[in-house]
Nanobody, 115 residues
Framework: VQLVESGGGLVQPGGSLRLSCAASGFTFSTYSMRWYRQAPGKERELVAGITSGGGTTNYAGSVKGRFTISRDDAKNTVFLQMNSLKPEDTAVYYC?????????WGQGTQVTVSS
């Protein structure tokens, strides 16, 4: 099982980034997918989630209206489009795949929002 995040980097406040998480080794379409983030000295927090099939999404209040989670089951990939980025969005972003009996994590990708 692998979850490989990409797309992180350094961006100025107000800018955009699109994170990707490529999955392999399990039946991607049957898993709900989530993005978490962890800033230095803080606990890991849920940023956004999407159900298997993509019918339902949910977001942390701090990112609602700015971030969009989506999935492409044909490519076994989940995305996080991040717009209007703020310095407080700086964190390591992790991809998570979850089913009733399994829970998988990626290695994380760094997002830094700074001028």
């Amino acid at each position: 099982v692998q979850l490989v995040e990409s797309g992180g980097g350094l961006v100025q406040p107000g800018g955009s980034l699109r994170l990707s998480c490529a999955a392999s080794g399990f039946t991607f379409s049957t898993y709900s997918m989530r993005w978490y983030r962890q800033a230095p000295g803080k606990e890991r927090e849920l940023v956004a989630g999407i159900t298997s099939g993509g019918g339902t999404t949910n977001y942390a209040g701090s990112v609602k209206g700015r971030f969009t989670i989506s999935r492409d089951d044909a490519k076994n990939t989940v995305f996080l489009q991040m717009n209007s980025l703020k310095p407080e969005d700086t964190a390591v972003y992790y991809c998570n795949a979850r089913s009733y009996h399994s829970d998988y994590w990626g290695q994380g990708t760094q997002v830094t929002v700074s001028s």
